[in-house]
């Protein structure tokens, strides 16, 4: 069974980076499939933020992609997210998750992590 | 890219069935059969129902169902019941910038 656990800091300053990894068990980051992030801001939908393949292939959102950076640690199994230069307004519930290639949709997903931009 | 347009809510009866719409542009829904849905409880992890317009994943009840017509995908619940009520998202693949992108989310109310 695939699971995908998300964590890191739950307060980051305005301004400062957002830093979160996914650790992935039941199954390799290097068998293939993408994995990647999505977020709900509260009281909001969802947004896509990016994902990444196991090569390092990556593809962002373009309303992100100057602040974002996913990466994968093959040898640990997980991946991570970065996203600088936060704002209030990237206050949010993140999501890791798992998406077939080419296929754009997400079949496992972490259970989130509430991560509040707050001085 | 803007987002997928969702009607805020829709409500039906037990037993009954109902639609929710999910309207893109040519740039999305309309040129790609990768619209997915997906069932969030509040709290917990999203679960997928609906991909490729109208597959369902295994274990999802036969009482979900996709369709696609132009720019506008739906998803039709039918023999509404009381754990159906919860929110649902559409998402499609947009083209050009290789990204998703979400609908608003529909809160389903079973009265």
């Known amino acids: 069974q695939v699971q995908l656990q998300e964590s890191g800091p739950g307060l980051v300053k305005p301004s400062e980076t957002l830093s979160l990894t996914c650790a992935v068990s039941g199954y390799s980051i290097s068998s293939g499939y993408y994995w990647g992030w999505i977020r709900q801001p509260p009281g909001k939908g969802l947004e896509w933020i990016g994902i990444i393949y196991h090569s390092g292939n990556t593809y962002y959102n373009p309303s992100l992609k100057s602040r974002v950076t996913i990466s994968v640690d093959t040898s640990k199994n997980h991946f991570s997210l970065r996203l600088t230069s936060v704002t209030a307004a990237d206050t949010a519930v993140y999501y890791c998750m798992r998406q077939p290639a080419s296929f754009w949709y997400f079949d496992y997903w972490g259970q989130g992590t509430l991560v509040t931009v707050s001085s | 890219q803007s987002a997928l347009t969702q009607p805020a809510s829709v409500s039906g009866s037990p037993g009954q069935s109902i639609t929710i719409s999910c309207t893109g542009t040519n740039s999305d829904v309309g040129s790609y059969n990768l619209v997915s849905w997906y069932q969030h409880h509040p709290g917990k992890a999203p679960k997928l129902m609906i991909y490729e317009v109208s597959k369902r994943p295994s274990g999802v009840s036969n009482r979900f169902s996709g369709s696609k017509s132009g720019n506008t995908a739906s998803l039709t619940i039918s023999g509404l019941q009381a754990e159906d009520e919860t929110d649902y998202y559409c998402?499609?693949?947009?083209?050009?910038?290789?990204?998703?992108?979400f609908g608003g989310g529909t809160k389903l109310t079973v009265l």
């Open positions: 998402c499609s693949y947009v083209g050009g910038s290789n990204s998703a992108v």
